[in-house]
Every structure is written in structure tokens, then in C-alpha cells.
């Protein structure tokens, strides 16, 4: 049909049988036109529809039977159409539309069954295009844009498609768009095949199953959700090879993995959520080999098992989140092995198990929360391995269990708390094995357990808080290892409701007007060296616990009288402070450490400033208070000794007492308080 130039051919087909020994050719130079509406049309060979260059060739298969032995080429080298609106077209072999460079064939499905035992090439060297809105499309393999130079397309707004794997932009370019029916495959779909292709999904629509997915096999792959129904069955790769780059766009629409979701297996990875639902059965792992980027900032991502950023080492994972939700059933890592950078402005994440930063040697992890909230379900690592970094300007951060800041020996872990909310259910651990620092400039810190710095020997940990406030019920400065307390500025605000204990290699210090509220709790002092701890020299210790909790107080000075020197660098306070306004506070003074293994006398406690509120009782237990300023009140209480004033001229009249206006009473309680000093002395 149409065999020479210029030429023209039509052959209709309504019933009976055609069949041919060899091939058929619809189009050889001219134009050649086929319409089947029935019968069976056979072909021994091979079955081509615009065959020579500048040749057209069209088949239309309304109803019947095509059957082809050999293949079937639709634009061999000239122009081809093949229009399918019934029938069975069953080919045994392969189906090529744009055979040949500079060729071009589509194909129009919209009713009947199409099959082919083979694969189906899509723009095999030439260009080709394939749109079904229905009927069926059965094939081993589809090829979209298969050798280098060549282009495919394939559209498919209604019926099905079925097929062992596909590739999109094998060697060529490949661009598959579905905003209806159903795409199956039993094997792999893979966008962007070897060097220098490129293979794009565009799913608006209809569903879409495979076995595996890679975006970016060897070279550019993009698949970009705006609808319908992703589901695969094992794993999504993007970014699979060296020089790879996969991207993927979520935006609405559901994704369904049942295996595990590499982001930058190999090859450069990015993932793209404003909208719709992410799901996967088991982990996700961003930048294993590659450079992966997850940019999350709409919809829910929910991840089985566990979430990691940076897994080989040399490579960066990051994930920012700025909306939506993101859910990991397992742990999440950020630097297994490698190095991973969370960025939260916004939205949710929800961890299951723990969250480490800095995982395995030589790996570091950061997190940066400047807003939204961060739950674990267990504890959160900041320096497991390696080297972690937890930055937060603003949001929520919770642990249901402990916070852990250089966890192993050689580790380091950084918290930068400058606004917003963290709490931990148990423990807050400033280097357990390693080095920790927590600097606090702002925002609210909630130990539900106790605050360590410096859990085990060879351990060393820094809190430094400037502003904000914290509250924990103990507070271990220094336990076996070195720990540092640092109340860096008069607006920081420290509750302790248990026990506050500095041990042997402990470390404080205080800017004037430094503050910790007692609240029911009680001092220790393991220290022997008083200068380790000259901020007690600038800070107010207030007790104001209630009936209830009678709280000691460890007293680690020598006792050298009523002179000047006890105030110096001899564990002495700038104030002790009993009660504040309704509150209550009992003390009683305590000699269990020797504090003072050079001094063989007794201990005592020196204090720049006294105030003793309503109700409160202060018991000396036979040991020497030695004060320069002091406020009692009259219905206060002071057991087992009276406290001594030092003559007020001993210090500059600079230093003094800020609290509270009390009841006019209470003056003349004081003066009828030093009166009884004053004949005590006197006898």
C-alpha cells in the first residue's frame, strides 16, 4: 500500500482472513492506509507502517484479529499511526514506534487488547508516542526513548497497562504521563537509564504499581506526583548509580512502599513533599553513597523502620522540614557513618524510638529546630559515635525517655538552647562517656529525672545558662567524670526539686545576682576545692520547699570565726534565703564530707547574706552559720544553735540583701535577734 513515491494505497479489512507469508508494509515509499473492522489479518513476518523515508502509513483496527509473527514497526523510517478502537492486535515479538533516526510513529489505544510477547520500543532511534485512554496493553518490557537521540511518550488517561519492567529514557529521552487507568508492572520501573538520557513520570492520576522504582538509574530521572496512586511493592531508589541524579515530587496523591526508600543510593537524590501521603514499610535512608536531600513541606511521611541521613562516610543526608508531618516507627539517624543535617522550621516529627545524631566514627549529625515540635519515644543521642549538634531557636523538643550528650569515649555533643521548649521524661546526661556542652540563652529546659555533667570517668560536660529557665529534680555537677555549672547572667532561673550535689571534679561559677530556687531539695558538696567552686561566692541559694521537705544543706568552709576570710574562696554563699512570699523553707545544716582534709577543725558556713521568712525554720545542728547581713522574721524559727554576725564593717557596705518587702514586725524581730547575738557574746 502506497509502494512508490507520491503513491497512495488503502486496504479495508471487514471479515474473513488475510494472511501473508512474509511482510506487510502500509506506506513503502507513498501513503498506504489499513482499516480492520473484522476478520483476522496474519502476518508471518514483520508488519510496517511507514516503511521508507518520506513514506506515511496508517492502521486503523476497529474489530478482528492482528496477529504478527515478527514484530511490528510503526514509522520504520518514514511516518506511522496505528488507531486501535477494538480488536486484538497480538504481536509476538517486539512493537517499535520511530524506528529508525528521523522516524516517528504513534499509537492510539482506545479500546481492545494490545500484546506483545516482547518488549515495546517507544522511540526506539526516531520519535514515538503512544496514548491509551483504554482496552488493555499487555508486554514483556516498554521502552521509552531507547537509543541515544531518540524520544518517547506514552499517555495513559484510562485502561491498563501491564508489563514485566519499563524504562523511562533508556539511552534516550522518555516521558510517561498518567492522569488515568492503570500502569502494572511485575519487575522494575526505571526513569533515566544509562549516560546522557533523561526519563520523567508524571502521575496525576489512576494507579501505578511496581515491584521496585528507581528514579535516576545512571543519568537524569524525575517522577513528579500531582494525584492518583503510587504502590510499590520492594524498593524506591532514587538517585541509583554514580552519576546519577533522581528527583521525585510529591505534591498530592498517595506513595506506597513496601520495602525501603533510598534517597542518593549511589547517585544524587532528592525528594520533594508539599503535599500528599508517604508512606513506607521500612526504612528510609537518605544519602548512602550520594549526596540525598528530602525537602518535606506539606503532607504526611511515614516512615515503618528507621530514618538515616548520611550513611557511608564523606556523604551529607539532609531533611528539611517547614509543614506537615513526618512519622518514624524506628530510630532516626542523622550521620550514621556520614553526615546528616536536619532542618526543622515547621510541622511535626514524630520518632518512635530514639534519634541520634552523630551515630558511628567518624560521622556528625546536626539538628536545627527553629520551629514546630520533635517527639522521641525514647532517648535522643547527641553525640553517639561521633560529633552531634542539637541547635534550637524556637519549637518543642521531647524525649519521653533521656537526653544524652557524648555518649561514647572520644565523642562530643553540643545543645544550643536559645528559645522555645525542651523536655525530657528521665535523665539529661551532659557527657556520659565523652564531652558535652549545653549552652541555654533562652527558652525552657524540663528535666523530668536529674541533669548529669559528667557522668563516668574521663567524661567532661559545660551547662551554661544565661537566660531562660530550667528546672530538673537533681542536679549532679561532676559525678565521676568533670562537670561544669556556669550561671552566665543574672536573668537565668534555676529550679532544682530533689538533691543538688557537686562532686569531687566539679566546677561553678556565677555573674552576681546568680539564683537557684530549692524546691524541696537538698545540697551536697563533694568538693575540696574551694576555688573550683568560687560562684557560690555570687550566688542566691533559696529554699522554698514547703512543710513538707526539710532539706539539708552541706556545709564545706573552715571555720575560722567571725572574720573576713571565711567569705573567701571558702564554699561560702552570697545568700541563703528561706521561703519566698507563701512558700516555705526548712534547712537543717549538715557535716558528712570533708570538704576540708587539710583543716582539722570544724566545718562551717559562711554567707554574705541571711534571710529567714515566715514559718520558715533554719536548724544549725550544732554547727557555726557565720552571716554579714541577715533578715529573720519574727515567726521564723532557728534550731540547734544561733547564727553569728559578723561585724558589718568586715566587708564593704556594698554588698546587699535584695528580696521582698516584709511586714513591719519583722524589724523588730531582727534588732531584738541581735540584741540576744549581742549578750550571748558578751558572756
Known sequence: MGLNAGSTGTYELRGGQLATGYDQYVGWK????????????????KLYIGFGEGSSG????????????????????????????????????????GYREGSGGSYELNDGELSSGEHQGIGY????????????????????????????????????LRTYSQFVGDKGTGLFRQAGGRNTMSHRLYLGGDRGSSGTYELSGGELQAGEQVVGLGSM????????????????????????????????????????????????GVFVQTGGCNATQGEVWIATGAPGLFVHKGGTNTVGEDLGLGFFQG?????????????????????????????????????????????????????????????????????YGGQGTFRQTGGRNATQQGLWLGFLPGTAGTYELNAGGLWSGGDQCIALLGTGLFTQTGGTNTVGDSLYLGRYPGSHGVYSISRGSLRAANVYVGGQGAGTLEIAGPAAKIAVSERLSFGPASTFTAVSGGTIHMTGAVFDNHST?????????????????????????????????AEPEGLELNFALDALKLGRGRDVGLVQLVDEFDNQPDW???????????????????????????????????????????????????LAESARLEMAAIPEPAALGLILLGALLMMRRRR
Open 30 to 45: 507513498g501513503t498506504g492506509r489499513f482499516r480492520q473492522t473484522g476478520g483476522t489479518n496474519t502476518v508471518q513476518y
Open 58 to 97: 496508517t492502521y486503523e483496527l476497529r474489530g478482528g484479529q492482528l496477529a504478527t509473527d515478527n514484530g511490528q514497526y510503526v514509522g520504520y523510517k518514514g511516518s506511522g499511526r496505528f488507531v486501535q478502537d477494538g480488536g486484538t492486535n497480538a504481536v509476538r515479538t517486539y512493537l517499535f514506534l
Open 125 to 160: 532511534a526516531g520519535a514515538g508516542l503512544f496514548t491509551q485512554k483504554g482496552g488493555t496493553n499487555t508486554a514483556r518490557g516498554l521502552f521509552l526513548g531507547w537509543l541515544e537521540g531518540s524520544s518517547g511518550t506514552y499517555e495513559l488517561d484510562g485502561g491498563e
Open 221 to 268: 530521572g524525575h517522577l513528579r506526583q500531582t494525584g492518583g496512586v503510587n504502590t510499590i511493592s520492594d524498593d524506591l531508589t532514587i538517585g541509583h548509580s554514580g552519576g546519577s541524579v533522581g528527583r521525585y515530587e510529591l505534591r498530592a496523591g498517595e506513595l506506597w512502599c513496601g520495602g525501603r526508600q533510598y534517597i542518593g543510593l549511589f547517585g544524587a
Open 315 to 383: 556523604f551529607t543526608g539532609t531533611y528539611q522540614l517547614s509543614g506537615g508531618g513526618l512519622r518514624s516507627g524506628g530510630d532516626e539517624y542523622l550521620g550514621y557513618d556520614g553526615l546528616g543535617v536536619f532542618t526543622q522550621t515547621g510541622g511535626t516529627n514524630t520518632i518512635g524510638g530514639a534519634l541520634y545524631l552523630g551515630y558511628g566514627r567518624p560521622s556528625a549529625g546536626t539538628y536545627e529546630l527553629r520551629a514546630g515540635e520533635v517527639w522521641s519515644g525514647s532517648h535522643q543521642y547527641v553525640g
Open 529 to 561: 576545692d574551694p576555688a573550683a567552686l568560687a560562684g557560690l561566692g555570687s550566688l542566691s541559694l533559696i529554699f522554698d520547699g514547703g512543710t513538707e521537705d526539710v532539706c539539708t544543706l552541706e556545709v564545706g568552709g573552715e571555720d575560722l570565726g
Open 600 to 650: 582539722e577543725g570544724a566545718e562551717a558556713l559562711y554567707v554574705k547574706h541571711l534571710f529567714v521568712g515566715r514559718n520558715c525554720q533554719l536548724d544549725l545542728a550544732g554547727l557555726n552559720l557565720y552571716y554579714l547581713h541577715g533578715v529573720v522574721h519574727p515567726q521564723a524559727q532557728i534550731l540547734g544553735g544561733v547564727p553569728t554576725q559578723m561585724p558589718p564593717g568586715l
